[in-house]
């Protein structure tokens, strides 16, 4: 590993997310430009608005912690680079989502509660009068398209560098075929003339932010307390991380392994036992794949103390 906190084998990769999440940000403008243009009364489109400006967080804290991790050089103040920064950003986008989706769906029971009846007018348009429910569905219907499309190449990057923040906003984009489909019911419910559809759809639109950053969250507050590593796609532990453990376990039986994740990387330390003689490279305990070595990054050793080696 260089200077700084990105492993060199991973640099090509992050150049290419890099450029994948600028394209990601240029066309989730475009949605949100096309989606406020057609707003009108309707809360399904003011929510799913709301979704699709969020969608923008992700890939913006994304750029910030890549560009750390690549330039930033360790220091006396951080002599341990930026390996944490993605975790912080990953931190960040989970609290904004958790936080939003909350506040949306607060809007759409209010407006259930209220029974309000939202109406969905005309617009002239080449000198014409068109229902702007159309246009609403268009929007729609546009804004499932790049989404999918990046997300879909999103996760093979995200995988590879083992980046939550990436991964979490490649599910985003690939699953917002949800959102649309609740955005579509909730304008053509309008249209039919059921009130209730409006706020429903928002309501749906709602819950699947909470759970997205609820989800997020959780495994991001575990990084951040030095708990054991979880796995990229949800919060159960990581095989990876595991698999670590019992190969330590087994060179050092008796001893005890204790895994935190930074950023990517793995860090282990080895309890109650004494280093092996001869120096031995991080990597040398990674049990698999060697592709995904660079992922331990730190095995220290912390020997018993003199009475406990007394008292065996």
Do not use: C
Not at 133 to 138: H, K, N, Q, S
């Amino acid at each position: 590993m260089s200077d700084n906190s990105l492993p060199y084998e991973l640099r090509d990769t992050m150049r290419k997310a890099i450029r994948l999440e600028y394209w990601n940000i240029f066309w989730t403008v475009t949605v949100i430009v096309a989606m406020g243009l057609v707003l009108g009364q309707s809360e399904t489109m003011k929510t799913a608005w709301v979704e699709d400006t969020l969608g923008l967080v992700p890939p913006i804290m994304f750029l910030v912690a890549a560009h750390m991790e690549m330039k930033g050089e360790r220091s006396e103040r951080f002599p341990f680079g930026f390996e944490r920064v993605n975790g912080l950003g990953f931190f960040l986008a989970a609290v904004a989502l958790a936080a939003v989706g909350v506040l949306l769906l607060y809007n759409a029971v209010m407006a259930l509660a209220a029974q309000e009846h939202a109406t969905v007018g005309s617009v002239m348009l080449f000198g014409h009068a068109i229902w702007l429910g159309w246009l609403m569905i268009a929007a729609q219907l546009y804004s499932l398209v790049p989404p999918m499309i990046i997300g879909r190449k999103e996760l093979p990057l995200a995988e590879k560098l083992n980046d939550k923040l990436l991964h979490t906003d490649a599910l985003m984009n690939k699953a917002n075929w949800l959102t649309g489909a609740a955005g579509l019911f909730g304008v053509i419910g309008l249209g039919l003339g059921w009130w209730w559809a409006d706020s429903v759809a928002a309501a749906l639109i709602s819950v699947d932010v909470i759970n997205d950053g609820v989800k997020a969250l959780r495994s991001a507050t575990a990084e951040l307390v030095d708990g054991h590593p979880r796995d990229l796609s949800s919060v159960d532990l990581s095989p990876e991380a595991r698999a670590v453990a019992e190969r330590l376990q087994g060179e050092f039986p008796g001893a005890t392994i204790r895994l935190r994740e930074t950023g990517r990387l793995i860090r282990a330390e080895v309890h109650d036992t004494h280093p092996p003689e001869g120096w031995r490279h991080p990597r040398h305990y990674w049990p698999k794949d060697e592709d995904r070595a660079w992922r331990l990054a730190q095995v220290s050793f912390i020997p018993p103390t003199e009475d406990e080696s007394d008292r065996g």
